[in-house]
């Protein structure tokens, strides 16, 4: 149930796969690392001028420019890892199609390499700007049992994801133009751009159903020193999860078979 057996089978073509996954995103491209590191920052440039400036969204202690940046970073990492492993998922069985069809292939290892890669992805953003916080701020704000606890149940969350979402893209290869649409959506109902007190009163019990509210406010509590999501918040979030994860993962073993029929 816990992908024990796969792991222990094939862990070698599970590190090759991550490892490919991880040269192509660092040298890819004739930019390499440096597109990587581009993208997000001119996008935090872009939010920072509607949000901060043009909205007057303001947070922290100063009320800041800087402070509404360092606060949209937080919640940047636990997005862009989960919504770059969902669009890499949506293809990821027919991308690796010729192998597929043509030897007995473990395609599990495929979506959970996808989960891997992003969840190394979001310790690395992480380790990156706790580093910059130290730096600019002493220890006073740092909490990190909570984060270190919730990143495996991270894990299992992007998983559940990755399982169904792959799924979705060989079965329904015209989606496309309505995964951008829920992503989008996504974003912009989980707090990423603006902080909890935007959300209305009375909205808030319903929005805080969302997982990503657990994630996002776990790592701004652990690292910025705010509010805890509280254990409501935290225990949806878990159990959310932890749900998606054994829906996915039961669902992806009892229909992966027809995968090579579609394909």
Same mark, same amino acid.
């Given at each position: ?11 070698? +073509? +599970? ?34 001028? *509607? ?55 473990? %395609? =599990? ?15 690395? *953003? ?6 910059? +916080?130290?730096?600019? /701020? ?16 991270? @894990? ?6 990755? %399982? @169904? ?10 989606? /496309?133009?309505? *995964? ?43 690292? =910025? ?5 509280? %254990?409501?918040?935290?225990? @949806? ?5 932890? %749900? *998606? ?19």
């Amino acid at each position: 149930m816990f992908c024990i057996n796969e792991l222990r089978t094939h862990r070698n +073509l +599970l590190k090759a796969l991550i490892r490919r996954d991880l040269f192509e995103k660092l040298v890819g491209s004739k930019l390499g690392a440096v597109w990587n590191i581009l993208q997000p920052i001119v996008l935090m440039g872009l939010y920072i001028l *509607l949000f901060s400036v043009f909205l007057n969204i303001k947070v922290g202690e100063n009320n800041s420019h800087l402070d509404y940046g360092i606060f949209l970073f937080s919640g940047m990492i636990a997005w862009l890892p989960l919504q770059e492993a969902i669009q890499k998922s949506f293809d990821v069985l027919t991308k690796y199609r010729h192998l597929i069809t043509q030897i007995r292939f473990p %395609l =599990l290892i495929l979506p959970m390499h996808i989960a891997c890669v992003a969840i190394l992805q979001e310790i690395l *953003l992480l380790t990156i700007f706790s580093c910059l +916080l130290i730096w600019k /701020t002493p220890f006073t704000n740092f909490e990190p049992l909570q984060l270190l606890f919730m990143v495996p149940i991270k @894990f299992m969350f992007v998983l559940g994801v990755c %399982l @169904f979402a792959s799924f979705i893209g060989v079965h329904s290869k015209d989606s /496309t133009q309505v *995964l951008q649409l829920a992503l989008t959506s996504a974003f912009f109902i989980s707090p990423v751009v603006y902080p909890l007190s935007r959300v209305p009163e009375w909205l808030l019990p319903y929005y805080q159903m969302n997982p990503m509210v657990g994630f996002i406010e776990t790592i701004r509590f652990s690292l =910025l020193g705010t509010s805890n999501p509280g %254990l409501e918040t935290l225990a @949806f979030c878990i159990g959310s999860a932890i %749900l *998606l994860y054994i829906l996915g993962l039961t669902y992806f073993r009892a229909h992966q078979h027809k995968v090579v029929e579609v394909l």
